[in-house]
């Protein structure tokens, strides 16, 4: 099937299922703000595909288990997976939601009891053209609370006028986050700096039953440097793995 037609297809089914998506809090835990503190979150998961440079159709797919607050690694879910669906802009979760939900799947069959409360995705949630980024798409497959993290920002809405110079000047001038808002007057995310010192932010959305405010609070919540530690450790470990892969590969 040609490109269009595959986006077309997908834009269709994008739609169809963005009227699932839940944008307030649909928890197993909860937050209390007068002690600024989780209460009954326990697991907290994070997803991260890498692909070998010299594979690029060759995805290693990362799930990371952690336990909170302290953030001690529980459990890590790695392997290899062929991916044949081609890579369409706005479109990346159709390409990797089945090796995700593998993940997933394995988790439960090794470990049911470590199954997170929340998941954080490294990608967008509704930081996207049609506010189905692919930490909604995985959440909605899982029925399962996920956050979208990127370490990019994706522009579209005029979006433009968000730009990495004049955030890292907002953050360093004392500044915690940004409301990422487009032209049309839609809340797509925040930009959120990291803990300590840099000013290289986060671009933090709802995925799936988790409200904006409380994404925000979990990512803050998991992070020791810029990128949560969920995500982090994740891709910590598919890197490795394509690494190893591209040493080996004339």
């Known amino acids: 099937m040609a490109d269009t037609d595959l986006a077309h297809e997908w834009t269709q089914l994008q739609s169809q299922l963005l009227t699932q998506v839940i944008e307030h809090d649909d928890l197993s835990f909860s937050y209390d703000p007068h002690t600024n503190e989780f209460s009954g979150l326990h697991i907290v998961g994070g997803v991260d595909i890498s692909y070998p440079r010299t594979n690029p159709d060759h995805a290693i797919v990362a799930l990371s288990i952690l336990s909170f607050p302290s953030l001690s690694l529980l459990h890590q879910t790695t392997f290899q997976v062929s991916i044949d669906v081609p890579y369409i802009a706005g479109f990346l979760a159709f390409r990797e939601i089945h090796a995700y939900k593998q993940a997933f799947a394995s988790l439960q069959a090794e470990r049911p009891d470590l199954m997170p409360q929340i998941l954080l995705v490294d990608g967008n949630g509704t930081l996207h053209p049609r506010r ?57 995310g925040r930009a959120v700096r990291p803990p300590g010192l840099a000013s290289n932010p986060v671009f933090v959305s709802s995925g799936h039953r988790v409200s904006l405010d409380t994404a925000v609070r979990v990512v803050r919540a998991c992070s020791k440097v810029r990128v949560p530690e969920p995500i982090r450790v994740a891709d910590q470990q598919s890197r490795k793995i394509a690494q190893t892969i591209e040493s080996i590969v004339p």
Do not use: W
Not at 157 to 174: Q, T
């Open 132 to 188: 189905f980024g692919s930490a909604c798409h995985l959440g909605i497959e899982l029925n399962m609370p996920t956050i979208g993290v990127a370490k990019s920002l994706l522009h579209f809405d005029d979006l433009s006028h968000v730009g990495a110079k004049e955030l890292k000047g907002v953050f360093r001038e004392g500044a915690r986050e940004v409301e990422l808002k487009g032209q049309s007057g839609s809340v797509y």
